[in-house]
């Protein structure tokens, strides 16, 4: 039982002491670069199918890179008739790097 007490404290410590190295990396903006934001823009439907089930979502984003390197895009659809209902659909996640682009989802 000394003994098992003894490891684990031994294993704390290396994991402590060994914390400061998994720093997160601070990145300042840079002032003659301008800053984007993140957002979704200019959503648009560019193809339905013909029973109304199925459409791809066109959409131009921007992202900043403030939440990590890449972020996920996947839609929420609001049911019409009852405001803050809103569910996600069978749709894959779109995962985006920092800077902006144009995405589609099939939806």
Known sequence: MKLLKQLIVGVLTVQLGLGPIAQPILTQPNPFQPQTGTGIANLRVTQQSADGTEVVLAMDYS??????????????IEKKDQKGIAAWFGADPVIVGVGKGVISLKV
């Not at 992202?63 to 390197?69: A, E």
């Open 63 to 76: 992202y900043d890179g403030f939440g990590g390197p890449n972020a996920q895009i996947l839609p929420l």
